[in-house]
C-alpha cells in the first residue's frame, strides 16, 4: 500500500514560489515527514522534514495540516537548478520508502 | 570534505559474473543502506546495517550480498543469481537506523549484457 501520494508532474515558473503537496491520509502518530528530491542520474538529496509543527530551513518550507493527513513543500523561489524529482515519504524507523515522486519543472 | 562515496559511476559486467559496488562514508554514521532504482521508479531498498558486523534484508535482497566489517564501508555484491541486475545503485547512510536523515551517494548505474 502507497503510504503518500503525490501529482506525478508539476510546472514552475522561474523566481515564483513552488508548492509541492503530498497526501499521507494514513499517517500515525510516530510517523515523521520527509522530503527529498532527485536530479537526473544523481543520488537524491534531504531536504526538510518534520512531525507536527511546520518546519523552515535554508532550502524549504514544510507546511503540515493540523490532522497531519497532508503537507506541503513550499520552495519559495524557484530557480532552474530546483527542477528535479521530488519525494514525500512517511517514516518511523529506518525503512525509507520513495514512490515516484513528482517531477517539478521549473521554466524560464 | 565529509561524504558517502561510490565507485565507480558506471560500470559494465557481462551476464553471469559476480560484480562488487563500493560505498564508503566518513560521516561517522552507525547506519548504511542499500537501494536499487530502475528507470522511472522509485528507490528500493536491498540491504541495510544498523551497526558493524551487521545487516538485515529489505525488499529486494534475492541474488544480492552485503558484507559490514567496517564502519565506514558497506560493499554490495551483485551476483548471477539477479535475474535484473541492471540499474542505478545508490549507498545512503544516517546517524543511526531511527528518524534520522539518510545523505545518499552519487550513485553507481550497472548495466549487464
Known amino acids: 500500500d502507497a503510504k503518500t501520494t503525490q501529482p506525478p508532474s508539476m510546472d514552475c515558473a522561474e523566481g515564483r514560489a513552488a508548492n509541492l503537496p503530498c497526501n499521507h491520509s494514513?499517517?500515525?502518530?510516530?510517523?515523521?515527514v520527509y522530503w527529498y528530491r532527485q536530479i537526473h542520474s544523481q543520488g537524491p538529496q534531504y531536504i526538510i522534514h518534520?512531525?507536527?509543527n511546520n518546519e523552515t530551513n535554508e532550502m524549504a518550507s514544510l507546511i503540515i495540516t493540523e490532522d497531519r493527513k497532508s503537507s506541503t513543500l513550499i520552495l519559495p523561489h524557484a530557480t532552474l537548478r530546483d527542477t528535479a524529482v521530488y519525494y514525500c515519504?512517511?517514516?518511523?524507523?529506518?525503512?525509507?520508502?520513495f514512490g515516484a515522486g513528482t517531477r517539478l519543472t521549473v521554466k524560464p | 570534505d565529509g561524504g558517502i562515496t561510490q565507485s565507480p559511476k558506471y560500470l559494465f559486467r557481462k551476464e553471469g559474473q559476480n560484480v562488487t559496488l563500493s560505498c564508503e562514508q566518513n560521516?561517522?554514521?552507525?547506519?548504511m543502506y542499500w537501494y536499487r532504482q530502475d528507470p522511472g521508479q522509485g528507490l528500493r531498498l536491498i540491504y541495510y546495517?544498523?551497526?558493524?558486523?551487521?545487516?538485515q534484508k529489505g525488499d529486494i535482497a534475492e541474488g544480492y550480498s552485503v558484507s559490514r566489517e567496517k564502519k565506514e564501508s558497506f560493499p554490495l555484491t551483485v551476483t548471477s543469481a539477479q535475474k535484473n541486475p541492471t540499474a542505478f545503485y545508490l549507498c545512503?547512510?544516517?546517524?543511526?537506523?531511527?528518524?534520522?536523515?539518510?545523505?545518499f551517494g552519487p550513485g553507481t548505474r550497472l548495466t549487464v549484457t
Open positions: 545512503a547512510s544516517s546517524i543511526g537506523f531511527l528518524t534520522y536523515e539518510q545523505y
Open positions: 494514513t499517517i500515525s502518530g510516530n510517523e515523521y
Open positions: 518534520g512531525l507536527k
Open positions: 515519504i512517511v517514516r518511523v524507523g529506518g525503512d525509507m520508502r
Open positions: 560521516l561517522n554514521h552507525d547506519a
Open positions: 546495517s544498523q551497526i558493524v558486523n551487521d545487516f
